[in-house]
């Protein structure tokens, strides 16, 4: 099934676009989409996603529907779906 | 001006154009001139935030904003003037406010908030709004805000994009449940328009102005983001975390937070 998936502040800046699709397999997860986008772009888009023991960086921010998605609690993707993944920012 | 005292025949003519804002009107002018706000920094984003609510007519600004006026500030920076190169930014920003708002009270520090005076200022005001370009300052802020009880408006940018929240500790999520780690890709020096950092300050001032008069529905537990590039906006539902080094229970039992 096709995911959307949107980047956002220093993440879309890092894969040089904006947006992507995805074909992620029938119940994975948010999570599981988010960590072969980065494995798939590796480089910097890995840094801002991962920590160094490869866990999914807890301060980046996850959207589905509208509600925010934690990387503790797995959430399932649905067929077109759009997931919106942005980088902390804190320009004043 | 003591608290509760009725406007001057001069603060109904100041403001008489917002008076007519339903939920707004006299008591919430009231509410506003008896409120004190700290803003901390006072650059394209909070120099935007201190400018609408001077205008609006708060009562007392606490401002914090360290070093001089450099050229690079003036694309963003609307308090700050190229006659004030090489001075005190927060000396050109109180000057700049009170010839707008010469009723305004300002509590005017020359210094950003540090460890050393966060606690402070965030206890003399009402409401905190948020727009320094660094982590750590922000959570010194949020931790304060949250032990102190105060609301807080957390705005901030990166290039064109932006994201504005508003913090009420105990009910909603706090920066530090969003934030759960530091984040280490952050730099310093990032890019920025000021016509995007200003439209921020305009939303975070209005947050901080719906919040001290009861106006409207605050970004309470709701993240606003959005995209310049493409016009988009979206505001998420964001989640409060049980075990927040500063508003869940280890945080507030006393234990380190940062
Ligand atoms: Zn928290």
């Known amino acids: 099934m096709k995911v959307t998936v949107q980047f956002s502040a220093q993440l879309r800046a890092a894969a040089q676009e904006a947006v992507c699709t995805v074909d992620a397999t029938e119940g994975s997860t948010v999570q599981d989409v988010i960590r072969g986008i980065a494995e798939e772009h590796g480089g910097e888009v890995r840094s801002l996603l991962l920590d160094e023991a490869g866990e999914l960086s807890p301060s980046v921010l996850i959207f589905a529907d509208g509600q925010q998605v934690l990387w503790e609690a797995p959430c399932t993707v649905a067929p077109d779906q759009t997931v919106i993944i942005t980088t902390p920012i804190a320009g004043g | ?258």
């Not at chain 2, 010839?99 to 965030?122: D, F, H, K, T």
Request: glycine fraction near 10%; hydrophobic fraction near 45%.
């Open chain 2, 1 to 258: 001006m003591s608290l509760g005292e009725p406007l001057s025949a001069e603060e109904r003519a100041t403001y008489e154009w917002q008076l007519d804002v339903p939920g707004f009107g006299v008591e919430g002018q009231r509410r506003l001139r008896d409120a004190s706000v700290l803003v901390s920094r006072l650059g394209g984003l909070g120099g935007v935030v201190a400018y609408e609510l001077a205008a609006a007519g708060i009562g007392r600004l606490v401002l914090a904003h360290g070093g001089d006026v450099v050229p690079s500030d003036l694309n963003r920076q609307l308090l700050m003037t190229h006659e004030w190169l090489g001075k005190p930014r927060i000396e050109c920003a109180t000057a700049r406010l009170l010839e707008l708002n010469p009723r305004l009270r300002i509590e005017a520090v020359g210094e950003n908030v540090c460890e050393r005076n966060a606690e402070r200022l965030v206890a003399e005001a009402d409401v905190i709004v948020d727009c320094a370009p660094l982590f750590e300052e922000r959570f010194l802020m949020n931790r304060e805000a949250v032990r102190q009880g105060k609301p807080m408006v957390e705005c901030a940018m990166y290039e064109l994009e932006a994201h504005v929240t508003t913090i009420v500790p105990g009910q909603t999520p706090c920066l530090a449940c969003l934030f759960p780690s530091d984040p280490p890709a952050w730099r310093r020096r990032f890019p920025v328009f000021g016509a995007v950092s200003g439209s921020v300050g305009c939303l975070a001032a209005m947050e901080a102005i719906k919040v001290i008069a009861g106006l409207g529905e605050p970004l309470f537990g709701r993240l606003l983001c959005f995209d310049t590039r493409s016009m988009a906006f979206h505001a998420a539902t964001i989640r409060r975390r049980e075990d927040c080094r500063v508003c869940g229970e280890a945080g507030q039992k006393g234990a380190p937070a940062s």
